[in-house]
């Protein structure tokens, strides 16, 4: 694949969305829509691919809590892992209780928990299955000469996302040891929030993944 990602920063918690394209065919993706509709659909629009999903890789309010709108204007399947189906429903009172206006808790059109690949260019995208920070975390790994992964919370610069909000610090242990370590050191690593790394950077210094901290007493969102 040939990408180009575009980056948005949205939501009241500095979510990073992003609309990934593939340069060839023109398919494209939005990654964890999370707020601010009109600024994605603006971007969608400049980027000049036809989005086939709406992607999400769990179900914190941050990053779904603008698929609904957006989806509506796309006309497109929203695919999330199941298993965030009860954090889904909770998101009316999670944006009451951080000051945000209503929203709307959306349909799961395509379960992830029943997809390891999805098309996409003239390839695939790889979903990786990433529980730990929720129950239904999914990284969404892509091969443009090196491999390109959107991991949402499941792996910071330097950090980890949380596990107080539904997560599980002994899942999230298994899930960096089989699977987030798997992966090569060339690995571009895009995270939900902050800056992009590498996996090379992220198994060398980061604690989390180097076994200087616990994952019982992680930071992150």
């Given at each position: ?6 980056e ?8 990073n ?28 629009k ?15 309010l ?12 796309l ?11 009860p954090?889904?429903?909770l ?19 395509l ?13 695939l ?69 902050g ?18 901290v616990?994952?019982d ?5």
């Amino acid at each position: 694949m040939d990408l180009a990602i575009t980056e948005l920063v949205v939501s009241p918690f500095q979510q990073n969305c992003r609309v990934v394209v593939d340069r060839a065919t023109g398919d494209a993706v939005v990654v964890d829509p999370g707020d601010d509709p009109r600024r994605i659909l603006a971007a969608v629009k400049a980027s000049g691919g036809k989005v086939r999903y709406l992607l999400a890789t769990h179900g914190h309010l941050d990053h779904v809590g603008a698929v609904v709108p957006v989806r509506a204007a796309l006309k497109v399947p929203f695919a999330i892992h199941r298993a965030d189906r009860p954090i889904l429903d909770l998101m009316p009172d999670h944006a009451r209780r951080f000051g945000m206006g209503p929203l709307q808790v959306p349909d799961i059109d395509l379960d992830l928990s029943e997809v390891d690949e999805l098309p996409f260019g003239d390839g695939l995208i790889r979903v990786l299955k990433t529980p730990g920070h929720t129950p239904g975390g999914c990284t969404f790994l892509f091969h443009d000469g090196t491999d390109v992964g959107l991991f949402g919370d499941s792996l910071f610069h330097l950090s980890v996302g949380r596990t107080d909000l539904g997560g599980d610090a002994r899942v999230y242990a298994r899930t960096i040891r089989d699977v987030i370590l798997a992966l090569p050191d060339e690995t571009v690593v895009h995270s939900g929030h902050g800056p992009s790394s590498t996996l090379a950077v992220e198994r060398e210094l980061n604690p989390f993944l180097n076994g200087q901290v616990s994952l019982d007493a992680p930071g992150g969102w």
